[in-house]
């Protein structure tokens, strides 16, 4: 019996991640009784259960949550994309690329589902209104919020727990995956627009369609003046934004954590906005059972972590092959298919310990660090290849749904396999010339 | 084309709910005036015969809105007017560009001209110490009352609710303009019918049946308004007339939703109109940029009006055929 003690932790675990993707009950809820269970069992004592919970984690991203609250309440992002969409003058394919690049930058510095929530409604209206299939638009704006948010810190959770498990800054993320993210995005948005140029040609010559697209645009105008814009609470919404961004940057001179940063940054907006926008309603706006999700898969791991499963599993794989170039290639692959189909969360949890083992056995090589990246490159690029494989494809194609565009799991995998797999190959490139010229 | 006239009325309905009539057009003038200003097109003429296609589309819409039509009208008259020559030589576009702007800035500023001169005629009116009701979301009887105030006439308005939007947008031009007022459910209006001294409708558009097309609500409101005698007036600018032969049913939308009772599980279709249909001989006067008519003077008005089209869409259909015999 005693044999088999060292693999409840982990029965419990998978028990928990098949029913995390059976989607039957709440997530957070199955990670907190799965978590509470390690527990009671024995496996962690509450003490241990506690420190297990990476609190920086928990921190960062709650207050990019409250932050990101604030700035969409104060219309902000409104604002900036009737800007936007004026300048694009009509032209099809400049709204296809101002909102792709848009959707791609934002998502760097804000999660991947505000950033669709933020820019999806109003493409969808604009090529709705132009008479043309917004669906390949929706696709590649899913797409460029996947492989922008892969570029910083706090583009996408899984960075941030990487990123909290290394102590790596906001910087070194920039600096080491800004290359293969511009060129994946570049390389995507090209394959969409070669393979919908009927819709994006451009409309210069025509002049009834270039009226209507003109009109929509007045609309669109017209509309957002009446909500009535509060100037001051932009302007400090915008400011303490670009203040907390700069403050990642800057973090190596300043020495201060990012989620310290990121916690002064939501609390001095939020006191400084607190007669626009009430704490109270403020926090509505925290995805709290997100922030226990990531609580409960900390502990979680910690319990598998405690059985020596997780360390063994490194061994096994540096025994396999001392290969840096294989292992990388295997970690930026397996992680990306995992991540089409899984929730990337509890497998970049569970990846970190292995990878911390795999970083220790190959101690001295000088492109060790690579491993992270190539662990980020994967988790984070893989989220584009199913319609489950990430929070942004969800909440993308259900807006899509609401607005009269089904689409379904077929018709996303057929344009999204071949784009993510392209990404991931890019990917690949990049950090094998790392290795090899670097 | 089918596809365009589609998207184009679709855009028209859903600008003329959130924005008004009036307003709608002057946002297409504008829109228009973006498309000049990246149209690519090498001449003048192209550019017209384009614009042809735009007015045939526009004429075409479900349903047609005749402000719109006539602007665009408008416009290509008046390029024919400023550009010299105009359509016996080929002109470059580019050099053109600037003028064709400031065509649309002169409709622009004309209809501007057209509201204020039905405001000066609305000065006309004696509204001292009587209590207006006022039901549709129209901003043509919002500068009317304010006109009124303006010229130190004390007035109170009554508003009939109707929907949610629209009745904000009424209290919010009202409250703008320091007007008092009180707002009552449109289907409850028997209880105040006594105290009403007179009704302002801002209309759509009037047929060639010689029916104002209104918010709907509004037929409901001027047969009680009828019923107690109470005077009936309506304010629009005769290039709001819809300058064709239509049919008493076009214009009005019908639109089904499925709904579900809150607390029991039953489902059931409601209807919603887009407008409602009422006769001329119901209104006792119009207030138009012309001055202050009669139902017989509009019906007047009105032919001469429609002749004019006719003879402005015979010159369209000789340069749209034009263009199908070089193509």
Redesign the interface.
Known sequence: METFIPFLPVGIFFTAIILIALEVFEKSLIVLLAGTLMVILGFLTPEEAVEAVDFETIILLMSMMLLVAIARKSGVFSWMNVRLVALT???PLFIFITFSLLTAILSAFLDNVTTILVVLPITIELFK???QDPKPLIFTEIFMSNIGGTMTLIGDPPNIIIGGARGLSFNDFIVNLWIPVSIGLVIAMGIMILCHWQSLK?I????????????????LQ??FIRLNLQKAFVVKSVLILLLTIAGFTLQPVLHIHPHVIALFGASLLALLCSKEAHIHELLHEVEWTTLLFFSGLFVLVAAVEQTGILKQMSMVIVNTTTSLPFILLLIIWISGLVSMVFDNIPFVTVMIPVVSGIEAQLAGDPHVMLLWWALSLGVCLGGNGTIIGASANVIGTDLARREGFSISFMEYLKVSLPITCTVLLIASAYILTRVYFF | MQ??I???S??LR??EM??GTR?MSL??L???Q??I?????KTVES?IK??D??IA?ACSTEPKFALVIDTLYQFKDSIVTYIPEMPTAQHPFADHRHTLLQCIDRIIAHAEDDTLLLLSHARSLDMRGKTILIHDHSHTVQDVLWTLRQDKQDFTVVVAEQDHEKTMGNIESLTDHGLSFTVVPSYMLSNVEKEVDACFIGGLTLKSTYDFVVDTGTSAIISECRLHRIPVYVFMTTSKFSLWKSTKKETVQVHRHRRSHPTRAITFDRLKFSHDRVPLSSIDTVVTEKGVHSAREIKRIYTHRLKERLQQEKRSLLTIMDEGGST
């Open positions: 003058r009509g032209n209104g132009l008479g451009p210069a010559g025509d002049l009834p369609k270039l009226m209507i697209s003109t009109a929509l645009i007045r609309r017209y509309l | 596809n365009t589609r998207q184009f679709h855009l859903q600008t959130e924005i307003d946002l297409i504008r829109a228009l973006d498309a200003r990246v149209f690519s097109g550019f384009k614009l296609c735009t589309i």
